[in-house]
């Protein structure tokens, strides 16, 4: 990955990266609805709410109507942005306890990636900004640590339907 030259850049690629959790975190919490998940779909939507604020934040920051262009080698190590939970880790009968690891894993893989931008930053103003999302990003951490302890562990047999979807032709 190369690291962005100054604060424009760097922040439209947290930006990009806020947006890309908001919508995630959006489409599972609606996927959650389908299955009369409430408990989950709500806690993803707090996530979403959570990010979505992180994105405005950022173009206020930056007095920035519209998203703007990434440059084309600001490119994310992994095929998705390190917010982004991946879509085959969601499962209807997930319980809060899996929505919060995934959750939790996401934040901390946004903390990580705000730590390494501020530690590669040559500018000063980067490196600011770089640490302070990724206190916030710590925030959200913590946020989700204190959910965890909340809800009940699963049992070994999370996974087995009792009543398992019928389909019909
Ligand atoms: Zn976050």
Redesign the pocket.
């Known amino acids: 990955m190369s690291a962005p030259q100054n604060l424009e850049e760097f922040m439209a690629l947290a930006l990009a990266m806020e947006r890309e959790?908001v919508e995630r975190y959006t489409e599972f919490a609606d996927t959650m609805d389908t299955h009369n998940n409430r408990e989950v779909a709500a806690m993803f939507r707090t996530m979403a709410g959570?990010?979505n604020k992180?994105a405005q934040q950022i173009m206020a920051e930056m007095g920035w109507k519209e998203a703007p262009p990434l440059r084309a080698t600001l490119t994310w190590p992994d095929f998705e942005a390190p917010?982004t939970v991946a879509i085959d880790e969601v499962h209807y009968l997930m319980q809060p306890w899996h929505a919060l690891q995934l959750a939790l894993a996401a934040?901390q893989r946004?903390e990580r990636f705000f730590a390494e931008l501020a530690r590669v930053a040559t500018d000063d103003s980067v490196r600011r900004a770089a640490l302070e999302l990724q206190a916030e990003?710590a925030e959200?951490v913590a946020l989700v640590k204190q959910w965890l302890d909340k809800v009940p562990q699963p049992d070994r047999n999370w996974a087995e339907d009792p009543d398992p979807p019928r389909y019909s032709d």
């Open positions: 959790a959570y990010e992180h917010e934040e946004a990003e959200h």
